[in-house]
């Protein structure tokens, strides 16, 4: 069990708070150094983890953005990364700007689930 969510994100709208546990979930699950989820215009959450091939190299926001993509989304409401990071990576934000738009919120938790900053695309 994962535990229950922190203080800040016990203010999130409860379908903010499902994605930051998803991608803490996804994280913890795959023992990979980020964990994310997006969620579309239709509700859908996609969950990805980071990508360390060899030949292919994705971090997790990166990765479930494609995931939505690849499944038909034609936009995003949110998004939720879990990482160690202080802050999204610019080609995180990018990828999420892409589908969902300038305005799409990211919000970055810390490994504990700790939603630390929510930073528009």
Do not use: H, W
Request: glycine share 10%; net charge negative.
């Amino acid at each position: 069990m994962l535990g229950a969510m922190s203080d800040a994100a016990a203010g999130l709208d409860p379908e903010d708070k499902k994605i930051v546990t998803l991608a803490r979930s996804a994280r913890a699950r795959n023992g990979v150094p980020e964990g994310a989820a997006v969620r579309d215009e239709t509700g859908r959450t996609y969950v990805a983890g980071t990508v360390a091939l060899e030949s292919l190299r994705l971090t997790a926001l990166q990765t479930a953005v494609a995931m939505a993509v690849a499944s038909g989304a034609k936009g995003l409401e949110a998004a939720a990364v879990v990482t160690a990071a202080d802050a999204p990576a610019e080609a995180d934000l990018a990828a999420v700007r892409d589908l969902g738009g300038a305005g799409t919120p990211v919000l970055l938790a810390g490994p504990d689930g700790t939603v630390l900053s929510t930073t528009p695309a």
